[in-house]
Antibody, heavy 126, light 108 residues
Framework: EVQLVESGGGLVQPGGSLRLACAAS????????MHWVRQVPGKGLVWVSH????????TYADSVEGRFTISRDNAMNTLYLQMNGLRAEDTAVYYC???????????????????WGQGTLVTVSS | SSELTQDPAVSVALGQTVRITCQGD??????ASWYQQKPGQAPVLVIY???NRPSGIPDRFSGSSSGNTASLTITGAQAEDEADYYC???????????FGGGTKLTVL
């Protein structure tokens, strides 16, 4: 059974740091791109970052570029999100998600998140 | 970067058919995927690709696409389908990810 379990959320002061972890099981972790998605309670889903299979490439939303760092340890089957310089607007539930894809008849890739963790709440407040 | 636009709220009578739409330039190169989210729960994939349902998703859920618009159709909506629905795709550049703002579905 595929499982993604986030941890590391909590209350932090503005300007502080936090490291989230996402423990993966039930699949070959190193075979998948992984993402972080966040959601302010009562609001919509917002993509944060993704990392490729061997951690040689990562991309970030403009709102977190330069402050957040995504990483992964394929030996430990764990995804991380290091969050520095936290702001009140970073308050949200953070989900990790596994990305799968397939190629259509035109060899065009199409992507989807087939598994999500349960989320971990990060609250940035003084 | 690009955006995906969804109607904020839609309602449907129990047992009737409802279509939830998602519009954006990135839906020309990419199919949308659709997620159902109930209060306090993580999103769940309901449709991906041209019109594919993950295991366990009822066949009353279907997807379609035309031009820059993707649609999620629920044929014979049930009370348990009341939830928020989000569309998603890569952006037009292919390296970022975009979500629609979500549609709150009410089953009357």
């Amino acid at each position: 059974e595929v499982q993604l379990v986030e941890s590391g959320g909590g209350l932090v002061q503005p300007g502080g740091s936090l490291r989230l972890a996402c423990a993966a099981s039930g699949f070959t972790f190193s075979g998948y791109w992984m993402h972080w998605v966040r959601q302010v309670p009562g609001k919509g889903l917002v993509w944060v970052s993704h990392i490729n299979r061997d951690a040689t490439s990562a991309t970030y939303a403009d709102s977190v570029e330069g402050r957040f760092t995504i990483s992964r340890d394929n030996a430990m089957n764990t995804l991380y999100l290091q969050m520095n310089g936290l702001r009140a607007e970073d308050t949200a539930v953070y989900y990790c998600a596994r990305e799968s894809f397939y190629y259509d008849s035109s060899d065009s890739p199409h992507y989807y998140f087939d598994y999500w963790g349960q989320g971990t709440l990060v609250t940035v407040s003084s | 970067s690009s955006e995906l636009t969804q109607d904020p709220a839609v309602s449907v009578a129990l047992g009737q058919t409802v279509r939830i739409t998602c519009q954006g330039d990135s839906l020309r190169p990419y199919y949308a995927s659709w997620y159902q989210q109930k209060p306090g729960q993580a999103p769940v994939l309901v449709i991906y690709g041209k019109n594919n349902r993950p295991s366990g998703i009822p066949d009353r859920f279907s997807g379609s696409s035309s031009g820059n618009t993707a649609s999620l159709t629920i044929t014979g909506a049930q009370a348990e389908d009341e939830a928020d629905y989000y569309c998603h795709s890569r952006d037009t550049g292919g390296n970022h990810v975009v979500f629609g703002g979500g549609t709150k579905l009410t089953v009357l």
